[in-house]
């Protein structure tokens, strides 16, 4: 006479995630007979069947197992280890239920399955469902969203992937409890990587750097001084090591519409320039300092060559203070290479002092104070 069995299954919402491996749900029943009695330490065969939407719902997934009872009549599975009938066990959205498990067993363990079961599945396992859900998922030891995130919020802005709300304080904390790793931001898009991190090796300074891509991706440091503040506040462009409260380690722009003009700092004649020049006007004034203390000032009708404006005439101050014009090698107090011209008076200028010169238009002739009388030269 065929037996009839009474089954009784509890679902363990539980998930088993390992590492390179699927993932797995638990899943226990008791079987018992026609009499109510218990089959222990007996071999059965299983089939499991994941069903979305309904008891009649289609099969996403199907499996085989064959596990024995143990001396209480228990089973104990886990889904997702069988033999695969239909569809992927780790690959089941479980957002997209309801969900419902239909066992079918063979109590002698074969597959001629006399009992079936149906139930649905009222939650899932955590893990599970943020593997293969539209919101959270978790890939290895990874967990994401495709959506926005609010963190004390509901609001959402279009574009804005984070939103950070507080009453007092929306602040966000990135931590780093190595003495040897450096807490830091990645900004990255197809045209390079933007770093920012306290340098610990330097003095905890923080630094701005540009990349090709992530340094664990492989990615190599192609701009390491464009930004350094030290923990006195000073602040380096170019240049890791400030001095001063702003240290420039190369040449400065500074753009003023609608004339485009241009301040810079570079390293010409083995010393510190500024120069004051315009991008496309042709036109320029450059103050350089030398190894020796000299100054140049320089007006230039080519616009700026490399680092350095294109001179026309110049003017050279030494740190003796002779002065030359047109010329960087001045002699005297005074050096002129080149005409000078005195626009001519009529009349002798007042309260002169011996040495005193001018250019007489009357008599056209050079006149030279002598400290009594206004002499002519010739």
């Not at 409260?245 to 010393?271: C, S, T």
């Amino acid at each position: 006479m065929k037996k009839i069995i009474t089954f009784c299954a509890a679902i363990l919402m539980t998930a088993s995630v390992f590492a390179q491996a699927p993932e797995k749900m638990s899943y226990q029943a008791v079987i018992r007979d026609a009499g109510n009695t218990l089959i222990t330490d007996q071999a059965i065969g299983m089939q499991i069947s994941i069903l979305q939407g309904s008891i009649f719902g289609a099969s996403v997934y199907v499996e085989t197992q064959a596990p024995n009872t143990n001396n209480n009549g228990l089973v104990s599975i886990e889904i997702g280890s069988g033999t695969v009938v239909n569809g992927t066990f780790n690959t089941i959205d479980w957002s997209s239920g309801p969900y419902f498990i239909k066992t079918e067993t063979d109590p002698t363990g074969g597959t001629s399955y006399t009992i079936t079961g149906t139930s649905q599945l009222l939650s899932v396992p955590y893990a599970l469902f943020a593997k293969n859900s539209s919101g959270w998922q978790t890939i290895d030891d990874t967990t994401h969203t495709l959506n926005q995130v609010g963190i004390g919020t509901a609001s959402s802005y279009p574009g804005v992937e984070l939103v950070l709300s507080d009453d007092v304080f929306a602040s966000q904390v990135i931590e780093t409890s190595g003495t040897t790793t450096d807490a830091e931001i990645w900004l990255k898009n197809p045209k390079g990587v933007w770093r920012m991190h306290g340098d610990q090796s330097d003095g905890n300074k923080l630094k701005f750097g540009l990349w090709t891509d992530y340094s664990e991706a492989g990615g190599s440091n192609i701009l390491s001084k464009a930004l350094t503040i030290d923990t006195l506040g000073r602040v380096g462009m170019g240049t890791t090591s400030p001095k001063e409260r702003l240290q420039l380690g190369d040449k400065m722009f500074i753009h003023a519409e609608p004339v485009v003009q241009a301040i810079m700092y570079n390293q010409f004649w083995n010393g510190g320039n500024w120069e004051y020049a315009s991008d496309n006007a042709a036109s320029g004034i450059e103050f350089n300092s030398s190894n020796s203390g000299a100054v140049a000032i320089w007006t230039a009708v080519n616009g700026i060559s490399g680092n350095q404006v294109l001179p026309l005439s110049r003017i050279m101050i030494l740190n003796n203070g002779n002065v030359g014009i047109n010329t960087t090698t001045p002699a005297r107090s005074l050096h002129i290479s080149d005409v000078m011209r005195l626009e001519p008076r009529a009349s002798s200028p007042s309260s002169p002092a011996e040495g005193d010169i001018y250019m007489d238009s009357t008599t056209h002739k050079l006149m030279v104070y002598d400290g009594s009388t206004w002499q002519a030269c010739w």
